[in-house]
């Protein structure tokens, strides 16, 4: 979900001086042997996804969004619990998209810990909602512009990478910038030796198109579709980089109604376009309503 940007948007580097070394950057840590898959939460309207370490516990979140719709609302204190950021006196990381409410509120008033996460997060042009939240984090780091469109990938055991992209450069002079477009976005790879390397796609809210520099032709084991499951920004080429993709396994729609059935009022998913493109994806997808209607706070996609 893309905010209204007034003049008045600041760069968010002006907040968060700290710039991430890739080089040393250790997000994840190395008692972590493997992403065994992700774990979609119901946080509403966001998004919020964990990764699972071999304990099927989450070893870096890749949002920690929610707002309108949240399951929460009532209870906020239920958020600590639900969405865990302490492993022992370790603080998971969390990898922010980009810089919409949706992605990150969870983190603000339900359960303000996630704060002392480690967040990595996009340069961009952000509200003056944003400004203040961002100047709560004690340990955020920008994404380095420096490395361009280019994909950095941060090795997890033996088999497993989380590759890292920035969809587009920041726009130093710009007074406004579509955010959806140009923050990060996670592809996990998992390469057994001398096996193909299949993916998962956590595209935030860019449409799978506009991810640069992905493989012609990715083996998606999971996807959650792009901007809640939203038409926006859906065109031929999107379809296409759909199309190039194959032995899809589940993909995951994560959006937020008052109950199940109700309408969502950005009118998020519009599943016709999966459905059109690739039929079985949507038929097995994971929704974060149905979630919620069962009870659950979250489900699992794997390998
Ligand atoms: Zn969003």
């Not at 792009?226 to 729609?253: F, I, R």
């Not at 309408?263 to 493109?277: D, E, I, L, V, W």
Request: contains cysteine; negative net charge; proline residues 6%.
């Amino acid at each position: 979900m893309e905010e209204k940007t007034a003049l008045s948007s600041t760069d968010v580097a002006s907040t968060i001086t700290a710039t991430a070394d890739t080089a040393t950057l250790q997000l994840i840590p190395a008692t972590v042997t493997e992403i065994k898959g992700v774990r979609v939460f119901d946080v509403g309207q966001g998004d919020c996804i964990g990764l699972r370490d071999q304990n099927d516990e989450v070893c870096c979140y890749v949002d920690y969004g929610g707002n309108e719709y949240h399951p929460d609302q009532s209870n906020p204190s239920r958020t600590a619990s639900r969405l865990p950021v302490q492993a022992g006196s370790h603080y998971v990381p969390v990898i922010l998209t980009h810089w919409d409410k949706d992605h990150y509120w969870s983190a603000n008033k339900k359960n303000p810990a996630a704060q002392k996460c480690e967040w990595l997060v996009p340069r961009q042009l952000v509200s003056p909602q944003a400004t203040r939240f961002a100047a709560k984090l004690a340990n955020a780091k920008c994404w380095p512009e420096s490395i361009g469109d280019q994909a950095v990938s941060f090795a997890v055991g033996t088999d497993d990478e989380v590759e890292i992209r920035k969809c587009a450069t920041f726009p130093a002079n710009a007074q406004k910038e579509d955010r959806n477009h140009s923050g990060l976005a996670i592809n996990l790879k998992r390469q057994p030796s001398g096996g193909t390397a299949t993916h998962m796609l956590l595209p935030g809210d860019c449409a799978f198109d506009r991810i640069p520099n992905l493989p012609a032709k990715l083996s998606l084991r999971a996807i959650v579709a792009y901007h809640h499951g939203a038409s926006t920004d859906w065109c031929a080429a999107t379809e296409q980089t759909l199309a190039n993709a194959y032995s899809p396994y589940v993909m995951a729609y994560s959006y937020g109604t008052h109950s199940p059935g109700k309408k969502n009022h950005y009118g998020h998913p519009n599943r016709s376009n999966y459905q059109s493109c690739h039929p079985n994806w949507d038929i097995g997808a994971i929704i974060t309503e149905d979630i919620r209607a069962k009870g659950l706070n979250s489900s699992d996609l794997d390998w």
